[in-house]
């Protein structure tokens, strides 16, 4: 299962990472898009978000479920039954930060303070992994060989437009051929 990626951020990474994944591996575009909707024809259920598509899951929907990593590890600190594996080829999950121009003077120093050791370390204890260097030696994330970014698949709004487009994109058709 993955949640709807009409209506879950979480879902459109999963998409891109799946497939990126392809596309890593040689696959021609016509043949990454062929496994997108092999895919998307094996999802039993598509919730509006990643957080209720776990839910979800974990009341015993589905034999598979794709999601972020820190969902995963969430769950097994919860003491939930989730067992997870990180691909090969995989996506690296990027998130923006950013504040309005009226910001006040916290809120603007909060975003440099997100790139500190200490902040990145609070990632880390909560399934993120951090990024800075000196911060991921203390958790044993595993290395990814194959890891891409959505730069490499021609960046949001190219991937917005082709992918996601609710009127002719590739998700569109997809999921127009399930019956959605």
């Keep these: 299962m993955t949640p709807n990626p009409f209506t879950s951020g979480g879902a ?5 990472a799946a497939y990126g994944a392809m596309r890593r ?8 898009i062929a496994y997108l909707s092999k895919l ?22 589905g034999d598979v479920m794709l999601a972020y990593e820190n969902e995963a590890i969430l769950a097994q600190r919860k003491g939930q039954p989730v067992y997870y594996l990180i691909p090969k080829a995989t996506i690296r999950i990027e998130n923006p930060v950013a504040v309005t121009t009226k910001a006040s ?17 609070i990632f880390g204890q909560n399934g993120y992994r951090p990024v800075l260097r000196s911060v991921v030696k203390k958790f044993n994330y595993p290395v990814r060989p194959w890891l891409f970014t959505i730069q490499k698949l021609g960046g949001w709004s190219k991937v917005e437009k082709r992918f996601f487009d609710p009127k002719g ?12």
């Design 12 to 16: 459109r990474w999963n998409v891109m």
């Design 25 to 32: 591996k040689g696959k021609t575009d016509a043949q990454a």
């Design 40 to 61: 998307f024809h094996h999802v039993v259920s598509q919730d509006k978000s990643a957080r209720e598509a776990l839910q979800t899951f974990l009341a015993g929907r």
């Design 105 to 121: 003077a916290p809120a603007r120093a909060f975003v440099p303070f997100l790139h500190t050791a200490k902040a990145q370390t």
């Design 169 to 180: 994109g590739v998700m569109a058709k997809i999921e127009a051929g399930l019956g959605k």
